[in-house]
């Protein structure tokens, strides 16, 4: 198939950093080039892939000190799209809803898969308006909230099956916290559950210009009080593996409707167990006793840890293996863009499952 994946411009395709949704975006474009499709990817120039790269802008937005508006380089990007549409059987938007008006006359051959939550009071009219787009969740809570729309499937995350090596024997005695400094993240909740059991934790996260005074003013302080948390700040790819790998527990600690958490399934990948708060998503992804441990409160995490470290960490990867590769996530997918009325309505070549193209001779 050719298919058009639409990445958003603010990160690069993967990320430098943190960007769950261009990190995801690069995971399933390479996964459906390794199947044999045929993939181009609209994004910031300075992403890297092995797919056919349209850079729509000289650098990610959020990186580049002379952008001042994003919604200009967003426009330029979608006018392109538009002139090009016809070259693919599925074009595939990550970009929430700014493309929809764009879409209109060839909507039967488009998903757009909703990476945020879907809560605010503002979206329901918006949806309502447009409730023919084919969209994609990517858990079943997170479509929750949302007015009677066209959703064409539900797409949990997908990662690399060699992204992230599997730790049998993690090295570090400490938690972990992995994410951004924010109030629904709870990093609060995470240093009180350390502070409980009087282990380690580390916390590397990302701190937003939105989330300056929360830091400054709530978690700062708390770090500083209790000797047994370390800061450690943004953290890239690299060191990620090491971080989750050496952590005896992932701490999850959230307090809102989170739409999937990708977090969880990379210290899945580890080998990592989580100990997680059951809002939003959450549910969904940890098996309650095997991946990880579900919990309500602070006290009942706190009461829980010794059992999360004894955690079969073989079978936490397995969970991995079964439910999150990248491979299962982007031959989700393509079930759905060959679901899709604008896409049935050709015939699709018939593909073995590595992807190459598949030669029925009839025999006399």
């Known amino acids: 198939m050719k298919i058009a994946q639409i ?21 399933l474009t390479e996964e459906l080039v390794a199947q044999g499709h045929g993939v181009t990817l609209f994004a910031s120039g300075d992403s890297v892939t ?25 426009v330029v990007m979608l006018e392109e799209i538009r002139r090009r549409a016809h070259e693919f059987d599925v074009l595939h938007f990550h970009i929430d809803l700014l493309h929809f008006p764009l879409i209109r006359d060839f909507a039967d051959r488009t998903l757009t898969t909703l990476h945020g939550r879907l809560d605010l009071p503002d979206l329901k009219p918006f949806y309502q308006a447009f409730a023919d787009i084919p969209l994609v969740s990517i858990s079943n809570d997170q479509r929750r909230p949302m007015p009677p729309v066209n959703w064409a499937g539900t797409v949990y995350h997908g990662l690399p099956a060699d992204l992230l090596p599997f730790t049998e024997k993690p090295k570090g005695n400490y938690l972990a916290f992995l994410g951004r400094i924010s109030p629904e993240k709870r990093p609060d909740r995470a240093i009180e559950i350390a502070a409980k059991v009087g282990m380690q934790l580390k916390i590397a996260a990302k701190i937003d210009n939105a989330d300056r005074a929360y830091w400054e003013t ?66 969904e992804v940890i098996d309650n006793g095997v991946s990880g441990i579900l919990v309500d409160s602070v006290t009942e995490a706190a009461e829980n840890v010794e059992w999360a470290l004894r955690i079969d960490r073989r079978r936490v990867r397995a969970t991995f293996e079964k439910r999150f590769t990248a491979e299962r996530m982007a031959s989700d997918y393509v079930d759905l863009y060959r679901n899709l009325p604008g896409v049935r309505t050709k015939a699709a070549p018939l593909r073995r499952s590595n992807g190459q193209p598949l030669d029925l001779q009839v025999v006399a």
């Not at 990445?7 to 995971?27: H, M, N």
């Not at 797919?51 to 380089?73: E, Y």
């Open 50 to 74: 092995d797919a056919r790269l349209v850079p729509c802008s000289d650098l990610a937005l959020r990186l580049n000190p002379a952008v001042k508006d994003h919604l200009p380089h967003q």
């Open 7 to 27: 990445a958003p411009l603010a990160e690069s395709v993967p990320p430098k950093l943190y960007g769950g949704t261009e990190r995801i975006v690069s995971y």
């Open 218 to 283: 709530v978690i700062e302080p708390m770090v500083k009080r209790h000797s047994n948390v370390e800061f450690i700040g943004e953290i890239n790819e690299h060191q990620k593996a090491a971080f989750l790998g050496n952590a005896g527990a992932l701490l999850f600690p959230i307090d809102w409707p989170e739409p999937f958490g990708l977090v969880m399934i990379e210290a899945m990948a580890c080998g990592t167990p989580v100990i997680a708060f059951g809002c939003g998503s959450v549910p």
